[in-house]
C-alpha cells in the first residue's frame, strides 16, 4: 500500500462520531444539487409505474402486503418460520405451531391478497387457529392432537403448515443447490450475485465446509459465466464470518494466519474464472479488519489482472463517506479496480442495542431513515466520482435513491450497475428499466430452508417494518409524492437524531447515565489500555505494595473512627451521600485504563472482563446514589385519621462489615461499599486476600471524591482471622458478604451467637447453575451463550453454568458444535486483547478443578479437554450421568453436560432444585411454555431464556440468589438499600393542641 495512504485503523476516529455533527456534514455535502425537484418528481412517477406493475409483485412483498408485522399474525408468522423447520421431533413442531398460530385472527385475511400463494397459505393457518387452541399444559396438547388425527388420520395442520413455510422459504431462496440456482436464474434470464447462506462458523470444522461450499460455487459460476467477465456474468458474495469461527478485530493475527488463506484459495478460484466475488458487509466491529484483508487481497500478485474483486458499503454507518475515499485510493494504489456495493445496512436495530449494552457515546450508525438515506446518496456521488478505480453497484428498493443514482451517473457520464433482493423489487425495477439501460444484478439466496430461515426472518423485518420504502411501496394509502419524498429536504426540516433513540449513556436517564465503555476493537483503545499494562509492569514492586493483616487495636480504632464519623454522613441525607456517588463514579471511568490494567495483573481478569467489572462499578455508584436521593430524603407521610401525623424515615444502621471476593474484586467491593454508604452507614472493608491492591484503588477513588476517610475503612487480611474479627466485633451492626457458600454459612452462625442487637447478613452464595435446551433452540445461538456462560471469566463467576441438559435429538450436534467451539477459545495472558480464557486465581484453584478433572476422567465422559499450562486450566467439557452427579460448586471452566428425554424433564429439573442453590437458570427454547414449565420447577434468583446466564446489569437484572445462593437484597436492584438502612416511624397527635388545623380550615 502507499505510504500516503492511512493506515485503516485511523476509521475508526469516527466510528462513534456525534450524530450532529455527522449530519450536518452529509447537509453540508448537497448531493443532489440543482437536480434535487426534477429527481423528486421523477421518483414520483416511477412510484406510480411501480404500483402499475403490481402483478409483478414478488410473493415476499405479497406476504408484507397482507401481513405486516404490527399485526400479530404477522409476528406469529415470523415467529413459526424461524424454527418450524430447524425443530427435529414433531411433538415439538406441534406446540411451535399452536403457540404462534392458535390465537391468531387469520380469518380476517383471508382471500384478500392478490397472491394465490398467499391465500392458500392462509386458508391453512385460518384452519389451524380453529383447530387448535393453545394450551397450558403440554398434555392437554398432545390429547388435543390426539383427538385431531383420530379424525383426519395423520398430524394434518403440522404436514400442511410445514409445507406452507416451506413453499414460503422457497420464494426467498433461488435455488437449494448452486447448480439449481444457476438453472432458475438462466430460466428467469436473471445476472446473480449468489450467497451461499448459513450461519457464522462455530469451529474450524464449520469453515472448512464453507469454504468447500463456496469453492463449490465459484467453480459453477465461473463454469456458467464461460468467461463474459464480473460486470456481465453472475458472481459470488462472501460471508468472512463463514470462514473463521473467529472473525473478530481483537484476533487480527489469528484472523490473517487462518481465515485469510482460505479467503485468497477462494479469490484465486474467482480470478481464475474472471468472476465477480464480493466481501459481504457485516457489523460495524468488523470493518476496519474487513478492510485490512481486502486491502491484502488487492495487492496478490497471484490474482494477475483481475477486476472481479469488491465488496460491500453499509451507507448507514457513519464512517460510510470515508471508507468509499479509502477504498478509492486502495484501487489507485494498488492498479486493481474494484468492484463496490453500495448498500443501507442489514443490521440496524443490532447496532443500536449494541452500542447501548457496550455503553458508547454515540451509534457507529444514523438513527434516523432520512440520515442513512442521504448518507447512502452522499457514499453514491463519491463512488460515482472515483470511477474507473471504482465500479459502482447500487442496490436498493427506493425509488427515489434508485433515480437519484441515475441522476448523479449521468452528470458524469459513468455507468453503473443495480442490485435488488431476490422475491422482492420486482415491479420498482420492471417500471425503472423502462427508461433505465442501467443492468440489473439479483442478490439471490443459496441453500436449503435451515439455513434460510434467519435470512428470512431478517429480511422481513427490514422490508416489513413500517419506515422501509418496500412497505411504505405496497401502502395505496401513502401518496406518490409521500413515498417518493426527497430525504435531504426531510434531514435538514428535522437534522436531530431520532426522538425516542438517545444518545446509549443516557438511555437510563433521567435517573442516571450508564457507565462509559471502552470499545477494545479499536486499535486505538487497544493501545490505551496497552500503555496502562506497560506502566503498570514496569513499575510493579513500588506500584502493588504489599499489604499486611490488620491487628486487633487498628480494627478497634476503625470502628470506633466509623461510629464518629457516620451520625453526621447519615445526616447528610440522600442528595449530600448521591453526590459523592456520583463524583466516585465519575473518578472510576477516567481512570478506566489504569484499572484495567490492574485488574488484569492482580485478578487474571481478560481485557473485556475487566472494562465490564470497571463499568459495573461506576453503575453501582449511579445506580446507589440515585436510590438514596430517591428515598433517604428526609420524613414521609403516612396515611393517618383526623388529628394524626404519621412519618416514615430511612436512617443509616451505623458500621457495615463489607467482606468481598476476588472474583468480582472491584465490582462487588464497590457495590457493596457503595451500597452501605449510600443508606447512611460507615463501612470497614475486607477484600479477598488475593486482591488487596484492587480494591486499594476503589477506597483511594472514593475519598479523593470527597468521602471523610473515616467513613470507609480498608482492612485487608484472611478471613479466618481478620474477617472473623471484623463479624464478631462489637461495633458491627451488619455484614455484605459475597463468596463461597460455607462461609457464608459461618458468618451467619457468627452473628447469631454474638451478645448485643441483631445484625442483619446480607450475603450473595455460590450456584450450582443449570441451563436447559429444546430441540426448538437455535443451534448456534446456544453454541455461543453456553460457551460464554461456562468459560468466559475462566469460568471463575458464582453465575456461570455449571450443569447443561441437553434433548436427546440433538444432543449429539451440539456436543460437537460445543467441542469446536472451544477449540477455537485462546488461551493466555489476560492482558493480550486476543486472549478469552486467562488464568485461574491460585495454585489452590488449580489444585482443586485438577482433582476434579481427574474424576471426571474416571467416573464420567470426557468430550472435550483443551491443554492446561501453569495457572491457565484448560475448558473441559464433560458428560456425567444424573444431576447428581455434582453436591457442589465446582468454579472454574468445566462444563457438566446431562441428556434428558422431554417425557422425564421433570425429574432432571427436580434433581437440579434438590441441591438447593438458587442462583442462576438458563433456559433456551422458542416455546413459552416450554421455559415456564423449567422455571416452575427450578427456582432461581435469576433466569435468562434464549441467552447466556452471566453479565447481570445494575438496575437491569438485579442480581442475587435465593436457597443456598443467598439471602437477598438483590444486588443492583430497587430494594438493594432496604437492609443497609432501618426504618423509623414518627406519629404526633396534632390534635393534642386543641384540634387539626387541616380539617378545621377545609371550606366548601
Known amino acids: 500500500m502507499s505510504a500516503t495512504l492511512p493506515p485503516w485503523d485511523s476509521l475508526d476516529d469516527g466510528k462513534y462520531e456525534d450524530e450532529a ?15 434535487a425537484e426534477t429527481i423528486r418528481a421523477q421518483a414520483v412517477e416511477l412510484v406510480r409505474a411501480a404500483r402499475r406493475h403490481g402483478r409483478r409483485q414478488g410473493v415476499v412483498e405479497s406476504f408484507l402486503r397482507e401481513f405486516g408485522l404490527s399485526t400479530r399474525e404477522g409476528l406469529a408468522l415470523m415467529c413459526l418460520a424461524e424454527a418450524l423447520l430447524r425443530t427435529p421431533d414433531e411433538a415439538a413442531r406441534d406446540r411451535l405451531i399452536v403457540q404462534a398460530i392458535g390465537s391468531a385472527d387469520w380469518e380476517s385475511h383471508l382471500g384478500r391478497s392478490d397472491s394465490l400463494f398467499v391465500n392458500l397459505s392462509t386458508w391453512a393457518l385460518m384452519l389451524t387457529g380453529r383447530l387448535l387452541e393453545p394450551e397450558d399444559s403440554p398434555q392437554a396438547l ?3 392432537l390426539r383427538r385431531l388425527a383420530g379424525r383426519v388420520g395423520e398430524p394434518l395442520i403440522r404436514r400442511a403448515l410445514t409445507t406452507a413455510v416451506g413453499f414460503m ?13 444457476l438453472a432458475r436464474a438462466a430460466r428467469g434470464a436473471m445476472m446473480c450475485s449468489f450467497d451461499m447462506l448459513g450461519e457464522g462458523a462455530r469451529s474450524q470444522a464449520d469453515a472448512a465446509r464453507y469454504e468447500a461450499s463456496y469453492l463449490a460455487a465459484v467453480a459453477a459460476v465461473a463454469s456458467a459465466a464461460g468467461g463474459v467477465g464480473p460486470e456481465t456474468g453472475h458472481g459470488v458474495s462472501v460471508k468472512l464470518s463463514a470462514l473463521h469461527p473467529r472473525y473478530e478485530a481483537t484476533k487480527e493475527a489469528v484472523v490473517f494466519a487462518e481465515l485469510y488463506p482460505r479467503l485468497k484459495r477462494i479469490a484465486l478460484a474467482a480470478a481464475e474464472g474472471d468472476i465477480n466475488l464480493s466481501l459481504d458487509a457485516e457489523e460495524a466491529d468488523r470493518l476496519t479488519l474487513s478492510l485490512k484483508l481486502l486491502e491484502r487481497l488487492a495487492g496478490e500478485a497471484e490474482l494477475g489482472e483481475w477486476r472481479g474483486l469488491g465488496l460491500a458499503v453499509q451507507a448507514y454507518q457513519k464512517r460510510g463517506p470515508a471508507v468509499i475515499d479509502r477504498l478509492a485510493d486502495l484501487a489507485r494504489s494498488s492498479g486493481r ?18 452500542a447501548q449494552v457496550a455503553g458508547m457515546e454515540d451509534y457507529p450508525v444514523f438513527t434516523t431513515k432520512a440520515a442513512t438515506d442521504v448518507a447512502y446518496l452522499v457514499c453514491a456521488e463519491r463512488l460515482i466520482a472515483a470511477a474507473p478505480a471504482l465500479y459502482a453497484q447500487f442496490a436498493t428498493h427506493n425509488a427515489h435513491t434508485l433515480t437519484a443514482v441515475r441522476h448523479l451517473a449521468e452528470r458524469r457520464g459513468v455507468g453503473f450497475e443495480r442490485q435488488r433482493l431476490h422475491g422482492m423489487g420486482e415491479a420498482l425495477y420492471a417500471a425503472a428499466g423502462e427508461h433505465e439501460p442501467f443492468p440489473l444484478r439479483v442478490y439471490a439466496p443459496v441453500g436449503g430452508h435451515e439455513a434460510l430461515l434467519p435470512y428470512l426472518v431478517r429480511r422481513l423485518l427490514e422490508n416489513g417494518a413500517n419506515t422501509s420504502f418496500v412497505h411504505s411501496l405496497l401502502d395505496e394509502r401513502l401518496s406518490p409524492e409521500a413515498v417518493a419524498a426527497d430525504p435531504v429536504q426531510a434531514l435538514k426540516s428535522r437534522p436531530d437524531r431520532h426522538p425516542k433513540i438517545p444518545r446509549p449513556r443516557d438511555i437510563l436517564m433521567p435517573e442516571r447515565r450508564a457507565a462509559a465503555g471502552l470499545d477494545l476493537t479499536i486499535a486505538a483503545e487497544r493501545a490505551r489500555v496497552a500503555g496502562a499494562v506497560a506502566a503498570l509492569d514496569a513499575h510493579r514492586a513500588t506500584a502493588l505494595p504489599v499489604f499486611r493483616d490488620a491487628g486487633a487495636e487498628e480494627i478497634d480504632r476503625a470502628f470506633e473512627a466509623a461510629h464518629v464519623a457516620q451520625r453526621a454522613w447519615d445526616d447528610e441525607g440522600g442528595a449530600g451521600r448521591g453526590r459523592v456517588l456520583r463524583a466516585a463514579a465519575d473518578a472510576m471511568e477516567a481512570e478506566t485504563p489504569r484499572l484495567v490494567a490492574l485488574l488484569a495483573r492482580e485478578a487474571g481478569k481478560t481485557l473485556a472482563d475487566a472494562v465490564a467489572e470497571v463499568r459495573e462499578a461506576a453503575d453501582f455508584c449511579r445506580f446507589y446514589a440515585a436510590i438514596a436521593e430517591r428515598d433517604f430524603t428526609g420524613p414521609r407521610l403516612l396515611p393517618a385519621p383526623a388529628g394524626e401525623r404519621n412519618t416514615l424515615e430511612l436512617k443509616g444502621r451505623g458500621v457495615f462489615v463489607a467482606i468481598s471476593p476476588w472474583n468480582f474484586p472491584l465490582s462487588i467491593f464497590t457495590g457493596q461499599v457503595a451500597a452501605a454508604l449510600a443508606a447512611g452507614d460507615a463501612v470497614l472493608a475486607k477484600p479477598a486476600e488475593q486482591t488487596p491492591n484492587i480494591a486499594a484503588a476503589a477506597v483511594k477513588l472514593l475519598h479523593g471524591a470527597g468521602l471523610d476517610p473515616r467513613l470507609l475503612a480498608l482492612v485487608p487480611g484472611a478471613g479466618e482471622t481478620v474477617g472473623k474479627a471484623l463479624v464478631e466485633h462489637p461495633g458491627c451492626d451488619g455484614v455484605a458478604f459475597t463468596g463461597g457458600t460455607d462461609t457464608g454459612l459461618a458468618i451467619a452462625r457468627a452473628l447469631a451467637a454474638r451478645e448485643g442487637p441483631l445484625a442483619p447478613l446480607i450475603a450473595e452464595t455460590g450456584g450450582l447453575n443449570g441451563m436447559f435446551v429444546d430441540t426448538t433452540a437455535l443451534r448456534e445461538q446456544v453454541i455461543d451463550d453456553v460457551i460464554l456462560s461456562a468459560f468466559g471469566s475462566a469460568g471463575q463467576r458464582c453465575s456461570a453454568l455449571r450443569i447443561l441438559f441437553l434433548p436427546e435429538e440433538t444432543a449429539d450436534s451440539l456436543l460437537e458444535g460445543l467441542a469446536g467451539a472451544m477449540d477455537a477459545l485462546v488461551l493466555g495472558d489476560p492482558a493480550d486483547p486476543g486472549t478469552d480464557v486467562g488464568p485461574v486465581i491460585d495454585a489452590a484453584a488449580l489444585a482443586q478443578l485438577t482433582a476434579h478433572a481427574e474424576r471426571l476422567a474416571r467416573e464420567a465422559r470426557i468430550v472435550r479437554r483443551l491443554p492446561s499450562e501453569g495457572l491457565l486450566f484448560g475448558p473441559v467439557l464433560a458428560e456425567i450421568p444424573r444431576p447428581g452427579f455434582l453436591a457442589r460448586e465446582v468454579f472454574g471452566p468445566i462444563l457438566h453436560v446431562v441428556r434428558y428425554r422431554r417425557e422425564a424433564l421433570a425429574d432432571a429439573a427436580r434433581a437440579l432444585a434438590a441441591t438447593r442453590y438458587g442462583l442462576t437458570l438458563g433456559v433456551h427454547s422458542r416455546l413459552t411454555s416450554f421455559a415456564d414449565e423449567v422455571r416452575r420447577l427450578v427456582p432461581a434468583g435469576n433466569t435468562y431464556v434464549n441467552r447466556s446466564i452471566i453479565g447481570a446489569v445494575v438496575g437491569e437484572q438485579p442480581f442475587g440468589g435465593e436457597g443456598l445462593s443467598g439471602t437477598g437484597p438483590k444486588a443492583g436492584g430497587p430494594l438493594a438499600l432496604s437492609r443497609f438502612a432501618v426504618e423509623r416511624v414518627v406519629s404526633v397527635n396534632t390534635a393534642a393542641q386543641g384540634g387539626d388545623p387541616a380539617l378545621l380550615s377545609l371550606t366548601e
Do not use: C, H, N
Request: no cysteine.
Open 337 to 354: 479496480r474494484l468492484m463496490v456495493r453500495l448498500v443501507k445496512g442489514a443490521y440496524w436495530d443490532a447496532e443500536i442495542k449494541r
Open 142 to 144: 398432545a390429547g388435543q
Open 169 to 181: 422459504s422457497d420464494q426467498f431462496v433461488l435455488g437449494e443447490t448452486i447448480e439449481a440456482a
Open 21 to 35: 455533527a455527522a449530519v450536518a456534514r452529509l447537509l453540508a455535502a448537497e448531493p443532489l444539487g440543482a437536480e
